[in-house]
């Protein structure tokens, strides 16, 4: 069974890097066709951060790809996040999760980010 699991701290300050780590099991991130997305959620909506794909190519949600990096380490099987200058605009439940076809079918628990001095 696939399992992803976000980690990272739970408080950054402004004007930092906010920085995660997506660890995948029961699946290889190199795997044909999946892509391996960052979602995160502030109140009700969901914002779609951005992807890695299979291949290791990457898009961004326009209004943060300025502030954003997602990158992968293959012998750890894991995604990662950057997102620099970080605001409290970025307070937010954050979550990897599995993109197949045109759906995420594995999503991680979730971790809470708060941006605050």
């Known amino acids: 069974q696939v399992q992803l699991q976000e980690s990272g701290p739970g408080l950054v300050k402004p004007s930092q890097t906010l920085s995660l780590i997506c660890t995948v099991s029961?699946?290889?991130?190199?795997?044909?066709?999946?892509?391996w997305s960052w979602i995160r959620q502030a109140g009700k909506g969901l914002e779609w951060i951005g992807y890695i794909?299979?291949?290791?190519?990457?898009d961004y949600s326009p209004s943060l790809k300025s502030r954003t990096s997602i990158s992968r380490d293959t012998s750890r099987n894991q995604i990662t996040l950057q997102l620099t200058s970080a605001t409290p605009e970025d307070t937010a439940v954050y979550y990897c999760?599995?993109?197949?076809?045109?759906?995420?079918?594995?999503w991680g628990q979730g971790t809470q980010v708060t941006v605050s001095s």
């Open positions: 794909a299979y291949s290791g190519s990457t």
């Open positions: 999760a599995r993109e197949y076809g045109s759906s995420w079918d594995y």
């Open positions: 029961g699946d290889s991130i190199t795997t044909s066709a999946y892509y």
